[in-house]
């Protein structure tokens, strides 16, 4: 364990000794070498192909890619979207092994995967960060971890305050990492991989959400990097000339074909013999990418032959400069020797085992204290049902996997050290929680207050809680959440029905007892059966005769042998909340016809002035927004608003024409013929380059090909305003080029666009009319782009000649230009002023409210509201159809679980439903049916649910569709599946289990249980819309606790205290299990009995032994509806704050 003196001076020196003093770091620390020698990577005929789409068509990704990357250099590879740009990454770096062809060299020898793991560093595009330890934090432990054990705490915090100031993070490092931007998260996760230097560095789409002026300070460190003898590869989609002039190799891919491999400086000779010429003054880049896209004309197939052939010159040309390079010692010969270990060993894994530990658990520590799902939520749950356990029972006679592969992969530590700090980390909550649990309902309860009995019982709790735990992480990292809450029920329910409760062992077949002893929930049950009862004294009865007085009699009974109990085995940080000002007297216009961009660093409050603007955040805001000189109407407003955020949100098992043609469906004029929607869609997909791919699934399109198709959907109807927040995000040069083009013509339509954009190129900017610049959440300009420099210059800022507008601009508000801010804000606001009283005088003979209310107006509002609540729903059940059907989740192994469950419950409880001698057991199947429908349907929900939920707030708050329309389709389409599933378990099981082969038995029964089923789906929508998937999984079990105690199952209802009888009303299990023990028992004859003498023949003494029946038959199916149409309109609530929630 690590020691408290340990963690009070860790946490020290987090929060002192690495406060970061700017001033007294001028020199920045370079980055531990990891490794000494040069990589040079040769791959040769690379193929990588996948089935995508519904008729399994084989998608090529990679088509006999052949090039190399030397060391000492940055190899940047360019190409479209889906050109195979992020899959090459993957496969050299090991994280793609399966289904590749081809031959990948080091140095001339075969890649030895084992030992190149160690060598080489990557950082995917999607990026994972641990949400609650700060900046700093993550920095610090991530120097621990990587840097050699010698390195002094000073020299740490050092290095931390340098890679902050190298990435921009100075003023962040004490903020969340879920707090931070877009931009600042990462260079965050690229800054944690700098402390030691890789011999191989790859990343995937770096500056994808940086502005250019972090960009180029990003590519400056890597050019440095491969100075130093790295290997530098990266994919980018978009690189400025400035950027460009600091890379040494290009590889460009198309269409999974390499259309050039080699020195920058030859490329454009290249491509000039296959008849491509780049004019003067023009970004390599984009030329290139607009010649294999083929808006230059040419022949591509000569192009492609040209290069392959001039690759093969090249490489007999360098082969001898190849020679010179550090090679001499055969790679092969090299990567096995002890020497090589040590030298990778002597900087980022010369920790032991122990010493990553502690690192480890100082992380797990400050993780815990403050996630308040693992701490405070899950100690407060465990105390409140050991207190409820306690009062219904007193004196009662008796979730990081992603994270983990992308530290481990990259080197940061060994597998044992995470897995067994993951272990003993999480120890701590659980002897925890399992002792507030059972200390308190052990003494409430009224157990036997021997010491021995209560550590025994204790230990048994504490054993099967480490068994949940470990169950359900081999569960979810084998299967991942979506199928792993399948797979826990089917794992658990066998075992629970070979536990000894709800089935004696000995009443089961002589072939299913063997079954029995690999089931921990037997050990355990009969371990605290035993820590209770065995060779204890007789109990207290009241009566004067109570057959189970004796503690032998009640182990004999439930088939527990009464011997000697035995054993059951299983498997300082403080910080001040501080208000951050993203928004500072933002003043600034829009105005129609023109596209306006919004442009400034990471973090200056784009993002936010967006949502504000298009009504997605309407609390906690100060200031006025106008339209056309009124004041802004939300309602009307929001109806003629588009808002495309960064984040895409899509169904993943839509085709792109589904998708564009149900958005087209719900969004035009109902009157559009069928051809004239799909004319629209193939222009839709036309125009965004999307057309090769209109029959793939969401799910398999590349990251820019999800981009356009989500910005796509959102233009079909042509709203009057729209606005995107980084739309060129993760596009190409040329693929961002024709979207901005787009969306200027879509201005010229009386549409007022607006977008923020890190990076705009110059050919980019000059489709923009105005810019708004931020920084600091403070307007630093907003006016006419061809105003900006003149504005500038005024404040004492020239822009050099041929430079990029907009890096200009970012260049001086980051101060990297000097310069006086404050002047330059106050000139800014003055010319805003004075071009607002201009306009306004200019529109000030237009009516304001005639100008608001036009019939262009209404005619837009008609076009995507015209439909009824009939129209959309069948749009949407169509939808839903589809959506179902290919959803393996939602059907096949939904529909197989219940079967295969159903045949489980019908061989344990074989023929036990007309044996008086079986009543027990039968009792416990028939509850066992109600708990298995409602809990794996409520878990299935939160799962999927959420997912939903963020594509129906982003088409509900662009207008697709109302609320109404959407939820009565959601209930209806998933209404067959719920049929469906729990026909195929009720029969099979009912049948299977003997119960009475009568139609109205069958039919009540079936009643029943579709009612728990319908009623676990409620819970689980209303648990995942509220909380999430993680909240909301936990919540189910914590809150369904109690109204399982109230069932009439484990416990009489009147044998309760009278003060909490009056709460069994508010169980739907109390009525959903006494509606099933009538439909079986109730106006039935006489059970079977091989005895003489069976005391449960009679079923009306059965229905009275359980105090049943307190209603009637018929009142159940209406509580139970009532309940379901309650909850139903609980979840239309939460749905309605949700909508407003996203609006904060």
């Given at each position: 364990m690590l020691e408290v003196n340990d963690k009070i001076n860790a946490a020290k020196m987090l929060k002192s000794d690495c406060k970061i003093h700017m001033q007294e770091s001028e020199i920045l620390l370079e980055p531990v070498k990891s490794w000494n020698s040069q990589i040079y990577i040769e791959f040769n005929d690379l193929c990588y192909s996948v089935y995508c789409n519904l008729k399994g068509t084989e998608k090529i990704i990679l088509h006999n890619v052949t090039g190399h990357f030397e060391p000492g250099k940055v190899t940047v590879i360019v190409g479209p979207s889906g050109s195979g740009?992020?899959?090459?990454?993957?496969?050299?770096?090991?994280?793609?092994?399966?289904?590749?062809?081809?031959?990948?060299?080091?140095?001339?020898a075969k890649q030895n995967r084992k030992i190149f793991r160690k060598q080489v560093c990557y950082v995917p595009q999607q990026f994972d960060l641990l949400p609650y330890l700060t900046t700093r934090e993550t920095l610090y432990i991530a120097a621990r971890l990587k840097l050699s054990v010698n390195q002094n705490t000073q020299a740490i915090c050092s290095m931390v305050n340098d890679i902050a100031k190298r990435f921009n993070l100075s003023n962040c490092l004490d903020t969340l990492t879920n707090k931070l931007s877009g931009g600042e998260r990462k260079r965050l996760s690229i800054g944690v991989e700098m402390f030691v230097q890789p011999s191989v560095f790859l990343l995937d789409e770096p500056t994808s959400g940086l502005d250019s002026t972090d960009s180029n300070q990003l590519i400056n460190i890597l050019h440095d990097m491969a100075r130093a003898n790295c290997t530098v590869i990266c994919t980018i989609h978009q690189p400025s000339s400035q950027m460009i002039s600091l890379f040494d190799n290009i590889i460009v891919l198309n269409q999974g074909r390499c259309m050039y491999c080699g020195p920058k400086n030859e490329i454009l000779n290249m491509y000039s013999i296959a008849g491509f010429t780049c004019p003067n003054f023009y970004n390599i880049i984009e030329f290139v990418l607009e010649v294999v896209t083929k808006q230059r004309g040419g022949d591509m197939e000569n192009l492609y032959k040209i290069c392959c052939d001039e690759y093969v010159k090249f490489r007999l040309r360098n082969k001898h400069n190849e020679e010179e390079l550090d090679l001499s010692i055969n790679f092969k010969q090299k990567c096995e020797t002890k020497d090589?270990?040590?030298?990778?060993?002597?900087?980022?894994?010369?920790?032991?085992?122990?010493?990553?530990?502690?690192?480890?658990?100082?992380?797990?520590?400050?993780?815990?204290?403050?996630?308040?799902?693992?701490?405070?939520?899950?100690?407060?749950?465990?105390?409140?049902?050991?207190?409820?356990?306690?009062?219904?029972?007193?004196?009662?006679?008796?979730v990081e996997a992603t994270i983990l592969l992308q530290e481990h992969l990259n080197n940061w530590y060994s597998l044992r050290s995470y897995y067994s700090v993951k272990i003993i980390s999480d120890l701590l909550m659980q002897i925890?929680?399992?002792?507030?649990?059972?200390?308190?309902?052990y003494y409430l309860t009224g157990q036997p207050m021997e010491y021995d009995r209560i550590l025994r019982v204790w230990g048994i709790f504490l054993l099967i809680t480490m068994l949940g735990q470990t169950t359900g992480i081999f569960s979810g990292i084998i299967f991942g959440s979506e199928i792993g809450i399948f797979v826990i029920p089917a794992i658990g329910i066998p075992l629970l029905l070979f536990a000894g409760f709800f089935s004696k062992f000995a009443e089961m077949s002589i072939y299913l007892q063997p079954l029995g002893y690999v089931s921990f929930f037997r050990y355990a049950f009969e371990g605290v059966m035993q820590a209770i009862y065995l060779d204890r004294p007789n109990l207290m009865c009241l009566e004067i005769y109570c057959y189970l007085r004796s503690p032998n009699k009640i182990l004999t009974m439930m088939g527990i042998p009464t011997v000697p109990f035995y054993i059951t085995l299983g498997p300082t940080f403080y910080q001040i909340k501080t208000e951050k000002t993203i928004l500072h007297n933002v003043t600034g216009y829009f105005e129609r016809r023109k596209v306006t961009v919004i442009i400034g660093p990471s973090g200056a409050g784009k993002t936010t002035l967006l949502k504000i603007i298009s009504g997605k955040r309407l609390t906690d805001i100060k200031g006025t927004i106008t339209i056309n000189?009124?004041?802004?109407?939300?309602?009307?407003?929001?109806?003629?608003?588009?808002?495309?955020?960064?984040?895409?949100?899509?169904?993943?098992?839509?085709?792109?024409?589904?998708?564009?043609?149900?958005?087209?469906?719900?969004?035009?004029?109902?009157?559009?013929?069928?051809?004239?929607?799909?004319?629209?869609?193939?222009?839709?997909?036309?125009?965004?380059?999307?057309?090769?791919?209109?029959?793939?699934?969401a799910n398999k399109l590349s990251g820019g090909e999800q981009k356009r198709l989500s910005i796509g959907v959102e233009i079909i109807a042509k709203p009057s305003i729209l606005l995107l927040d980084e739309p060129t995000s993760g596009l190409d040069s040329v693929a961002s080029y024709q979207l901005v083009n787009m969306l200027h013509d879509m201005s010229r339509s009386n549409c007022t666009v607006i977008c923020a954009i890190h990076q705009p190129s110059s050919q980019i900017i000059s489709l923009f009319d105005n810019i708004m610049v931020l920084s600091q959440g403070r307007s630093m300009y907003c006016g006419s782009k061809s105003e900006i420099l003149k504005t500038y210059n005024i404040a004492g800022f020239t822009c050099p000649s041929f430079y990029n507008i907009a890096e200009f601009v970012l260049e001086v508000i980051t101060e990297q230009r000097g310069g006086d801010l404050e002047n330059l804000y106050k000139i800014c606001r003055d010319e805003c002023e004075k071009f607002k009283l201009h306009n306004k005088k200019l529109n000030s003979l237009i009516d304001p409210k005639q100008e608001c209310e036009t019939s262009d107006t209404s005619t837009l509002i008609n076009i995507i509201q015209e439909k009824s609540t009939w129209q959309q729903q069948k749009i949407l059940f169509l939808r839903a159809l589809i959506y179902i059907k290919r959803d393996t989740v939602l059907t096949k192994i939904r529909f197989v679980t219940h079967i295969s469950v159903a045949l489980l419950l019908g061989t344990v409880f074989y023929n036990f439903g007309d044996d008086a001698e079986k009543v027990n057991s039968n009792i416990a199947c028939l509850f066992f049916f109600l708990l298995f429908l409602f809990f794996v349907n409520a878990e299935r929900t939160i799962q999927t649910f959420p997912i939903e939920a963020e594509v129906f707030l982003k088409e509900y708050l662009n207008n697709w569709y109302s609320l109404r329309s959407y939820y009565s389709v959601k209930i209806i389409t998933d209404l067959v599946m719920q049929i469906l599933c729990t026909s195929a378990f009720v029969f099979i099981s009912y049948y299977m289990t003997g119960q009475p082969m009568e139609y109205d038995r069958i039919l009540k029964t079936w009643s029943i249980c579709l009612l728990s089923m319908m009623l676990g789906q409620t819970v689980g929508i209303i648990a995942g819309t509220a909380f999430g998937t993680e909240l909301g999984m936990f919540l189910i079990s914590a809150t369904h606790i109690p109204l399982l105690l109230f069932a009439g199952f484990f416990t009489k209802i009147e044998e309760m205290s009278p003060y909490l009888q009056p709460l069994s009303i508010t169980s739907y299990f109390r009525y959903a299990f006494e509606g099933i023990m009538q439909a079986i028992y109730l106006g039935r004859s006489n059970l079977k009995c091989s005895e003489i003498y069976c005391h449960l023949r009679s079923p009306s003494k059965i229905l009275s032994m359980s105090n049943m029946p307190t209603v009637s038959f018929y009142a159940i199916p209406i509580i139970l509806g009532s309940w379901i149409l309650c909850l139903h309109a609980i979840h239309y609530v939460i749905l309605h704050w949700k909508i407003y929630y996203a609006k904060k």
């Open positions: 740009k992020t899959t090459l990454l993957k496969i050299i770096s090991g994280k793609q092994q399966v289904d590749i062809r081809g031959t990948i060299t080091v140095n001339g090589t270990d040590a030298s990778i060993n002597s900087t980022t894994q010369k920790k032991s085992t122990w010493q990553e530990q502690k690192i480890l658990f100082l992380r797990s520590l400050i993780y815990i204290k403050r996630h308040t799902t693992l701490t405070k939520l899950r100690f407060a749950t465990h105390v409140i049902v050991a207190l409820l356990l306690g009062t219904v029972f007193y004196n009662f006679v008796p925890l929680c399992a002792s507030s649990f059972i200390l308190i309902s000189g009124i004041e802004r109407n939300k309602g009307t407003f929001r109806k003629q608003v588009c808002y495309v955020p960064q984040q895409l949100a899509l169904l993943p098992f839509l085709t792109t024409r589904e998708t564009l043609y149900i958005a087209a469906r719900l969004k035009l004029d109902i009157n559009q013929s069928k051809e004239a929607i799909c004319s629209v869609v193939n222009d839709i997909a036309e125009t965004l380059s999307i057309s090769n791919c209109l029959d793939t699934l």
